[in-house]
């Protein structure tokens, strides 16, 4: 079967991606092979691209960590239950946690205290490809009438700013603002979580006028050109007062110090994206009692809910889709900024 690569992937060795047959998984005991029917391209896989984040893998090593498909084989000793039948289309939960620690038995393995950053794409070959091999059944949540190739940007472009958003709801009266720096991928789908769950104004931010524009249509009350006069713009709309939620979808310095600039005290600023920036914190520059996190994914739970919620038909994924020979030409249009919302590789 074909697959697309992450080739190298050490400080010794750069990192690029291929195009290239590998064997087809054998599900071994207890292991479920899953037909891949989308599988979205996230600029997360920039970042593996680029410096090596993530956690231990070897290489070659498939990406691809936001996966759906349809159940093809299970291996030796797994049984099957309603809705994880052979032929039965599935979501595949991300995030590989070890099964046993305390946040593990609490459907959080995302965060793991065993496993850091473990999953397909991540650590192991992931599902741009036509197979992909997952572990156990548990990470898979059954998708009813929804195709895969429309569910798998939500296992992680909408299952990590959902989670964001449900820690935030109390702060989330009406009344209130919130800020989504970001407008893309993730952040068109945070604007829309946030007008189906929440009473707050929205308040999109970015640099590309055309995604703002997208943005709008979805229900972003306010928009907001990224530049130097993105805050003073942003405490005007709230009436000085800032922002009771910020959601950095981009996480770069720039974006963190807007983030900062418009927090409200008593609010709450998390940091969604990896672009790796930093945040300066003193006692003097920081709004009182703001928090300040960071996330990572959600819960297999909270994937459920969103699966859940998109049937409702409150939202839409803004997403198009390409083959696996296209999946170099779509991360070059991720870097250079022309790709609008998410993109999907359907082999």
Same mark, same amino acid.
């Given at each position: 079967?074909? $697959?697309?690569?992450?080739?190298? /992937?050490?400080?010794?060795?750069?990192?690029?991606?291929?195009?290239?047959?590998?064997?087809q998984p054998d599900p071994g005991?207890?292991?479920?092979?899953?037909? =891949?029917?989308?599988? /979205?391209?996230?600029?997360?896989? =920039?970042?593996?691209?680029?410096?090596?984040?993530?956690?231990?893998?070897?290489?070659?090593?498939?990406?691809?960590?936001?996966?759906?498909?349809?159940?093809? $084989?299970?291996?030796?000793?797994?049984?099957?239950?309603?809705?994880?039948e052979i032929g039965s289309p599935v979501a595949v939960y991300g995030a590989w946690g070890c099964?046993?620690?305390?946040?593990?038995?609490?459907?959080?393995?995302?965060?793991?205290?065993?496993?850091?950053?473990?999953?397909?794409?991540?650590?192991?070959?992931?599902?741009?490809?036509?197979?992909?091999l997952v572990p156990a059944a548990r990470y898979l949540v059954p998708l009813g009438d929804m195709a895969p190739a429309e569910a798998a940007p939500l296992?992680?472009?909408?299952?990590?700013?959902?989670?964001? =958003?449900?820690?935030?709801?109390p702060l989330l009266v009406p009344g209130s603002f919130v800020v989504v720096i970001g407008a893309g991928g993730l952040g068109h789908l945070a604007v829309q979580f946030l007008k189906a769950l929440s009473p707050a104004?929205? =308040?999109?931010?970015?640099?590309?006028?055309?995604?703002?524009?997208?943005?709008?249509?979805?229900?972003?009350?306010?928009?907001?050109?990224?530049?130097?006069?993105? $805050?003073?713009?942003?405490?005007?709309?709230?009436?000085?007062?800032?922002?009771?939620?910020?959601?950095?979808?981009?996480?770069?310095?720039?974006?963190?110090?807007?983030?900062? $600039?418009?927090?409200?005290?008593?609010?709450r600023l998390t940091v969604v994206g990896v672009g790796g920036g930093t945040l300066p914190f003193s006692f003097f520059t920081f709004p009182y009692e703001c928090s300040v996190q960071s996330t990572y994914w959600g819960s297999i739970t909270e994937l459920g809910e969103l699966l859940a919620l998109s049937l409702s038909g409150d939202f839409r994924v803004h997403a198009e889709t390409y083959s696996l020979d296209q999946a170099r030409e779509v991360y070059n249009k991720m870097v250079d900024g022309t790709l609008q919302g998410r993109a999907v590789i359907v082999p």
């Open positions: 079967m074909k $697959a697309f690569q992450l080739i190298g /992937g050490s400080a010794e060795v750069d990192v690029t991606t291929a195009l290239n047959n590998v064997a005991p207890g292991q479920v092979l899953v037909r =891949i029917g989308g599988a /979205g391209a996230c600029h997360s896989d =920039i970042s593996l691209m680029e410096f090596s984040a993530g956690g231990p893998r070897e290489t070659p090593m498939t990406l691809g960590h936001e996966n759906a498909g349809w159940i093809e $084989a299970f291996g030796p000793g797994t049984i099957p239950t309603p809705g994880l099964g046993q620690c305390s946040n593990c038995r609490k459907g959080m393995e995302n965060y793991c205290l065993t496993i850091s950053a473990s999953g397909p794409g991540l650590s192991v070959d992931g599902g741009m490809a036509d197979y992909l296992t992680d472009a909408g299952l990590t700013p959902y989670h964001a =958003i449900k820690q935030a709801l104004t929205v =308040i999109s931010v970015d640099q590309r006028e055309s995604a703002l524009k997208v943005v709008a249509g979805l229900g972003a009350d306010h928009t907001v050109v990224m530049g130097p006069d993105a $805050a003073a713009e942003i405490r005007g709309i709230t009436g000085g007062r800032g922002a009771e939620v910020i959601l950095d979808i981009c996480g770069y310095d720039d974006t963190l110090a807007l983030a900062a $600039a418009v927090a409200a005290p008593l609010g």
